[in-house]
């Protein structure tokens, strides 16, 4: 209950717009249609017109289906393509709206009681591990421990033995200087451990994963009794929501929404990117989430030669911290665990009715199959642009070595742009989609991905969150 007060309504309300709002993790429209791709679109845009109307649609998670024969399919044909003009552009608005705010606003500010660390026990000590995303959230995490804790925060250090073997450190990265400062209210920050400490005896931690803040606050502040530094192992142990002071979380809010801030030549640089995307009209960013990490971890296989299976089995089996070695593909992907492919992101956002002429940015890293698995998504929407088409090899240089400040690239294309979609439900998508309510309740569509693949496999049933 405690995320409830992360938004705060302007007017006064009944208090049950907030319960919809995060009870369902959605606030948006769920729509289900099925069809042929040409037949969705009118379907939809009478369900958002519908949703609009009668809010309370909104809120029923209905699953609706329209068992379409050959027959209706004709019929629905005819009755689309006697759309009068109008309508068929308002649809096309509809694409680009966003979602209506209802008058809630974030609400993350500190409050009258909420006061930062007096006395510091000692210091913690951070090795942030993950992709970018994943050692952001953990880097929210450990403030927010560091402030149940009392404790002095040593600037994090970054994940230099993940997957991507990027050598960043916390400041190539994020702007040290900012974060430093914009928590001064809440946590001591410091660049190093104090010379004095450095060969003092660590208390070694992997914190218990989803622990509460009784946990840190009793079990780990008794190491202060013989310890002046704690040392985090991992940084994703993920502090569990529940029960957690309305202050604590509002603080990770801050964390993650302002203190966090990129490097100024990465913001610089991303807000460069999203010029160029924006200048020529709405676009919107797809997370493309089909790389050979992702494949080889998941076990999705789905689509790929058996040349490619065998290299993503292989590369999974010799990763040591992926424990999950044996891996049923078909299962994963009927239990909806597994990203999209490229084709079914392109018959996904042609079934919405978003046009052919349609820019997407491609966030992501290196596309698993490069043009040949892209070559489906291309021929639906040929207007495929990403960070390497937008920008110069000369100006990308800088990045090109570290995934992590690419990726942070992508974070801020993907944040600002005019409609997200994930392809799969990752570290990234959730932080994007969170920070994009955050400044406005941006519109996100999130493809229901047990269900697509269903109807990807078999005729076309199509169910689909429309946020
Ligand atoms: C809104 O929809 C619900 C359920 O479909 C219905 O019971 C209710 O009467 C509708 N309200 C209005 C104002 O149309
Ligand atoms: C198409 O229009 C006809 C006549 O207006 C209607 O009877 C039929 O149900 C419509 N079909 C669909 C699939 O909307
Ligand atoms: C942190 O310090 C405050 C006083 O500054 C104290 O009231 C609180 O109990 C301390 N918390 C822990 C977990 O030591
Ligand atoms: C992939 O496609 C892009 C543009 O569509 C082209 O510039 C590039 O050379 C292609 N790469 C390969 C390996 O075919």
């Not at 509460?212 to 993920?238: F, G, M, N, P």
């Not at 290196?366 to 390497?388: D, T, V």
């Not at 992590?404 to 979609?421: G, T």
Request: glycine share 4%; hydrophobic share 40%.
């Amino acid at each position: 209950m405690h995320r409830h007060a992360l938004f705060r309504k302007k007017t006064r309300s009944s208090g049950i717009w907030l319960r919809l709002l995060w009870g369902f993790g959605y606030f948006g429209v769920t729509v289900a249609t099925l069809l042929s791709v040409l037949l969705l679109p009118a379907l939809l845009s009478k369900f958002k017109m519908q949703s609009e109307e009668n809010h309370s649609f909104l809120h029923q998670k209905q699953v609706h289906f329209i068992q379409v024969t050959d027959d209706v399919h004709t019929q629905a044909k005819t009755n689309n393509s006697r759309r009068s003009l109008r309508s068929r552009e308002k649809h096309l608005q509809n694409l680009w709206r966003h979602p209506p705010t209802r008058g809630f606003e974030p609400c993350v500010s500190p409050s009258k009681d909420y006061s930062g660390i007096e006395n510091p026990r000692g210091y913690l000590l951070v090795h942030a591990n993950g992709g970018l995303n994943q050692m952001r959230a953990g880097i929210c995490d450990m403030v927010a421990v560091a402030r149940l804790i009392n404790a002095t925060l040593v600037i994090p250090q970054l994940d230099k033995r993940s997957f991507w073997k990027d050598s960043s450190t916390f400041s190539d990265v994020f702007d040290e200087e900012y974060f430093i400062k914009s928590l001064e209210k809440d946590i001591p920050i410091v660049r190093k451990l104090p010379k004095e400490l450095s060969t003092a005896l660590k208390a070694h931690k992997n914190f218990r994963s989803w622990s509460s803040a009784a946990y840190y606050q009793e079990e780990i502040t008794r190491l202060w009794d013989d310890y002046k530094v704690i040392h985090a192992a991992k940084s994703d142990s993920r502090l569990a929501n529940n029960d957690l002071p309305s202050d604590i979380q509002k603080l990770r809010c801050r964390v993650h929404y302002d203190a966090l801030r990129f490097a100024p030549s990465i913001e610089a640089f991303g807000r460069n990117l999203l010029e160029r995307m924006r200048s020529k009209g709405p676009f919107i960013a797809l997370h493309l989430r089909y790389e050979k990490d992702m494949l080889a971890f998941s076990g999705c296989s789905h689509g790929l030669s058996s040349m490619q299976m065998e290299e993503l089995t292989r590369i999974r089996e010799s990763t040591s911290h992926w424990r999950v070695k044996l891996i049923d593909p078909k299962e994963q992907r009927l239990k909806g665990l597994c990203p999209l492919t490229p084709k079914e992101v392109g018959i996904f956002l042609e079934a919405l009715g978003y046009p052919s002429t349609t820019r997407i940015y491609i966030a992501a890293g290196e596309i698993y199959g490069g043009n040949y698995s892209m070559a489906a998504l291309q021929a639906r929407f040929p207007n495929l642009l990403n960070k390497e088409l937008l920008a110069s090899p000369y100006e990308l240089a800088p990045f090109r070595r570290y995934a992590s400040q690419l990726a942070a690239l992508d974070y801020i294309v993907s944040v600002n742009s005019d409609v997200f979609v994930p392809s799969y439900s990752g570290n990234m998508a959730r932080a994007v989609e969170g920070h994009r309510r955050f400044l406005g309740h941006w519109k996100t569509i999130s493809p229901d991905r047990s269900m697509d693949v269903n109807y990807c496999n078999y005729p076309m049933v199509w169910h689909a969150h429309l946020l």
